[in-house]
């Protein structure tokens, strides 16, 4: 059943159709509660979250022991301006950027990837 557009739409109600009647400051007035909602429930949360592993990050030590990005667990040996060496076994050293610290752990924890799968 094969009807043109041009039958459905002459067969429209006069009422039905929207003639852009309303307010000329609603459209403006939704995209800026729009992108206020967005920027409370998506970008706040995220910057905040950086901003706490940056410092996570600016406070790492000699003799901590971390989990990398990449799923590795060490212990930081030394610590550089934009880099750290990592010792993952007994005389083997990998050396790192800071950024691809994922926690760091204290004494006895568990990586939180780990309780989340138990």
């Known amino acids: 059943m094969n009807i043109p557009l ?5 067969a429209a109600p006069a009422g039905s159709c929207p003639t852009g009647t309303g307010s000329p400051l609603a459209m403006p007035v ?5 992108f206020g909602l967005m920027y409370f429930m998506m970008i706040r949360p995220q ?4 901003k706490e592993r940056r410092a996570m990050i600016d406070r790492v030590k000699a003799g901590d022991r971390v989990l990398l990005t990449s799923g590795i667990l060490g212990e930081i040996t030394r610590v550089t301006e934009t880099s750290l060496i990592v010792q993952i076994a007994e005389k ?7 950024a ?4 760091v752990l204290n004494e006895g924890d568990v990586p939180s990837e780990i309780e989340s799968a138990k």
């Open 6 to 10: 041009s039958t459905l739409a002459a």
């Open 30 to 34: 939704m995209l800026v509660i729009g």
């Open 47 to 50: 910057k905040r979250r950086e």
């Open 92 to 98: 083997t050293k990998i050396e790192i950027v800071k």
């Open 100 to 103: 691809a610290i994922s926690q």
